[in-house]
């Protein structure tokens, strides 16, 4: 009975997460200083922006994570509103011990519904399978993936340089942990200075906080900033779970906060 009355709560939380996002939604709309231009990251931490890869471009992701961790991630730009992807990574890669390789290579796909204008937000739709951290249990990742995405973004541009707001909604295709609500996420992403940015979100986790699931309820709190030393090379450096999210009842990862370094690379093809 405890259990049902917590995903009855947890499905209320969802529904006034979409009632929130549609706020941000109209808010965004309303707001006039759009920033004419502004280059859009695709990724804050986890978290997908409406950015996408330019047609003929690719992306390479590379991300070191706690316990010898990799990810590598690669996105192309196929078509001016279309990108695909490709990810596959694993635990004690770095290290001596034997390597935990992913169960599968993993996909992305994401298309451009609405371009950004002066009263609009860009609006992306997307499918991603790849969650963060280590595969649990052969079950899930430690992060779950996004599965099915709507994200949005809006920039804006003064004399105190880019800033943009994402938010979005999502179903992940990892279920079998019991929590099958819809969940969310909201962000922002701040340049310094042209070679400088910063970047927060907080993603709901709405479908991590069930009784069985990895999750206690708190979300998950992640920030970082990038550095743009040459051209279309950055380097990040993110804090993960901030706020220490983590189940008790459940045997799962450590809920301490985590350091992780990013390392993109953008060229033509």
């Known amino acids: 009975m405890a259990v049902r009355q917590r995903r009855g709560l947890t499905r209320t939380r969802g529904h006034r997460l979409l009632l929130c996002l549609g706020v941000v939604f109209m808010v965004l709309t309303c707001c006039a200083a759009s920033a004419q231009g502004a280059l859009e990251p ?17 992306a390479l992701d590379l991300r070191l994570f706690p316990d010898g961790g990799v990810l590598t991630q690669i996105n192309a730009g196929v078509m001016r509103r279309l990108s695909i992807g490709l990810s596959y990574g694993g635990v004690n890669v770095v290290g001596d011990d034997a390597i935990d390789w992913h169960p599968r290579v993993e996909v992305a796909a994401r298309y451009r519904v609405i371009e950004e ?7 992306t739709a997307g499918y991603e399978t790849q969650g963060y951290g280590p595969f ?68 709901f986790a709405f479908n991590d906080n069930d009784a069985t699931s990895l ?5 998950y709190l992640n920030a970082g900033a990038y550095w743009s030393a040459v051209p279309n ?29 990013s390392v993109r690379y953008s060229e033509e093809f």
Not at 42 to 58: C, E, M, N, Q
Not at 117 to 123: E, K, Q, V
Not at 215 to 219: A, H, L, N, Q, R
């Open 42 to 58: 695709t990724r804050l931490v986890d978290s997908p922006t409406a950015g996408l890869i330019d047609k003929g471009r690719f």
């Open 117 to 123: 204008s002066t009263g609009l937000p860009a609006i």
């Open 136 to 203: 649990e249990g052969d079950v899930r990742y430690e992060i779950k993936s996004k599965g099915f995405f709507i994200a949005g973004s809006k920039n804006y541009m003064s004399e105190f340089g880019q800033f943009g707001v994402h938010g979005g909604v999502n179903w992940s295709r990892e279920r079998e942990d019991g929590d099958e609500n819809l969940s969310g996420w909201i962000g922002v992403d701040k340049t310094i200075n042209e070679e400088l940015a910063v970047v927060g979100e907080y993603d």
């Open 215 to 219: 999750g206690s309820g708190k979300g």
């Open 233 to 261: 090379i950055s380097v990040g450096f993110v804090f993960k779970n901030v706020l220490g999210n983590g189940n008790s009842d459940v045997s799962g990862p450590d809920p301490d906060m985590s350091r992780e370094l």
